[in-house]
């Protein structure tokens, strides 16, 4: 029985699923703040737009040594939101969460999301990053960055949120 076992653990290792990489290239981060506000109502979805957020794609390019005819696409890697006051707060008001980017000459594409959010999350959340290409998006000057949210009760107190986005540039 040991030598069957031994077997398979050998042969799920050698022939397993490698985890496809991001691949060539580098990460850029944003940091945008955004405040959601107080008793919002739980039968309506809410929506809390940055305008014209500065994306200076070419600028952070140029520091990694690269040109934007480089660039092949730019993939959501990681996206995180943390409540900053009140200190000790939670999201447990929220039950989905979506961040969509859109410009003005391209409509809202999806960057990442969080269904069916736990009740006991605490005060950070980390979405679940679409696969969308959002190069056409980060290639204009400024974007508008669009937090939607279902709440699941009224928020009790307007919390002032921390998104940090971290996109990966693959370049060839």
């Known amino acids: 029985m040991k030598n069957i076992l031994l077997c398979l653990s050998l042969l799920l290792l050698f022939t397993g699923c490698k985890k496809e990489g991001f691949g060539t290239g580098f990460e850029i981060n944003y940091i945008v703040d955004i405040e959601v506000d107080a008793g919002l109502s739980p039968l309506l979805s809410h929506s809390y737009t940055l305008q014209n957020y500065p994306v200076n794609l070419q600028t952070k390019t140029e520091n990694e040594g690269f040109t934007l005819a480089d660039i092949t696409k730019i993939n959501a ?19 989905r969460i979506y961040l969509e980017i859109s410009t003005a000459t391209k409509g809202a ?46 928020p009790p107190y307007t919390t002032s949120n921390r998104l940090d986005l971290t996109f990966h540039v693959s370049v060839e």
Do not use: C, H
């Open 109 to 154: 594409a999806e960057v990442g999301y969080l269904e069916f959010i736990p009740n006991n999350q605490g005060g950070s959340l980390s979405f679940v990053p679409s696969q969308t290409d959002i190069i056409d998006y980060l290639k204009e000057e400024d974007v508008d960055l669009t937090l939607k949210i279902d709440p699941i009760a009224p």
């Open 77 to 95: 890697k990681a996206l995180r939101m943390d409540m900053i006051t009140p200190a000790g707060g939670n999201y447990q008001f929220l039950e």
